[in-house]
């Protein structure tokens, strides 16, 4: 019902930078909270950063001063801007979404594909 399209992960040096992208389309009536997770090898997935519909943020400490999250709400687009790259960043990054599909329904989660983010020291 509803698809969560990710992309700009790559392979970058530490201390580049990167900009992650995801778009949502579908059965939409209002996004409530967009966010950003990752999952390295042999861990589990953890919260990077998220923005409510209003534009409040939250970061994960490690990432706090590095990466900066936005939103479009006429485009369903948040973005992640990742800056001053760690290998410890390296990480599947994975696009999370709470969806209202129509007036009156409760919030779903939906959550993307995945996009890996690479981090060559």
Sequence with gaps: QVQLVE???GLV????SLRLSCVASG???KINRM???RQAPGKQRDLVASITSGGTTNYAESVKGRFIISRDNAKNTVY???N?????DTAVYYCNAL???SWGLNERDHWGQGTQV???S
């Design 13 to 16: 040096q530490a201390g580049g």
């Design 80 to 82: 992640l801007q990742m």
């Design 27 to 29: 059965r939409i009536f």
């Design 84 to 88: 001053s790259l760690k290998p410890e």
């Design 35 to 37: 966010g950003w997770y």
């Design 7 to 9: 992309s700009g992960g």
């Design 99 to 101: 969806v209202v599909w």
């Design 118 to 120: 690479t981090v060559s």
